[in-house]
């Protein structure tokens, strides 16, 4: 089956702009969180949805968002970027609780602002 | 201190070699993930444990729960082994916490 797929997986943008990435789960998969990895803090949480409610947030300023579609596709956003936002954002996709049942990740989007 | 603690941060080691990677958490979890990265970035779940031992190919995971400790270990390591290793504890907030990771050069 297909896996966790991301899109698009490289993206260059300006300061200032703002960016939407895209998550589509495992068929089945109810669950979504995003991550944020950078050299410098690794990895880091961001969000999780489930059936289109986000269940939990890490800790990052309002810039960045996120929503759940009903076909438990995600979409992540982040307004007014900043040279620090450049990282490679990973989603992954579990049944439910990924405590009882773990998270399947996908490829990564890398976004560079400039 | 990390909820989360992986050692050694970094290790090379030569084709063939015997390698063990540490995961230490002071989190309660019932479950531990350890996943691998490579260059590039993606993500692959190598195993996820409760207790006791896994093993998969040349992979070996074992988890102590009651001490808090898991160990990851690579026989035969071969320079496609290359890679980051990270342990990673669910949680019961919907979330991982993940450990700093593990990078390993292998030799040929």
């Known amino acids: 089956k297909a896996g966790v797929t991301q899109t698009p997986r490289y993206l260059i943008k300006t300061r200032g702009q703002q960016v939407t990435l895209s998550c589509s789960p495992i068929?089945?998969?109810?669950?979504v969180s995003w991550y944020q990895q950078t050299p410098g803090q690794g990895l880091q949480f961001l969000f999780e949805?489930?059936?289109?409610?986000?269940?939990n947030k890490g800790n990052f300023p309002g810039r960045f968002s996120g929503r759940q579609f009903s076909n438990s596709r995600s979409e992540m956003n982040v307004s007014t970027l900043e040279l620090g936002d450049s990282a490679l954002y990973l989603c992954?996709?579990?049944?439910?609780?990924?405590?009882?049942?773990?998270?399947?990740f996908g490829s990564g989007t890398r976004l560079t602002v400039v | 201190k990390n909820e989360v603690e992986q050692s050694p941060q970094n290790l090379t080691a030569q084709e063939g070699e015997f390698i063990t990677i540490n995961c230490s958490y002071s989190?309660?979890?019932?479950?531990l993930h350890w996943l691998q990265q490579h260059p590039g970035g993606g993500i692959v779940s190598l195993f996820m444990?409760?207790?006791g031992k896994k093993k998969h190919g040349r992979l070996i995971a074992t988890i102590n729960i009651q001490e808090k400790h898991s160990s990851l270990h690579i026989t035969a390591s071969h320079p496609r082994d290359s890679a980051v290793y990270i342990c990673a504890a669910p949680t019961g907030t919907y979330k991982y916490i993940f450990g700093t990771g593990t990078r390993l050069k292998v030799l040929a």
């Open positions: 949805y489930f059936s289109e409610t986000q269940r």
């Open positions: 989190v309660g979890i019932s479950a």
């Open positions: 992954a996709s579990s049944l439910g609780s990924g405590r009882n049942y773990g998270y399947t």
């Open positions: 068929s089945g998969h109810r669950s």
């Open positions: 444990l409760s207790s």
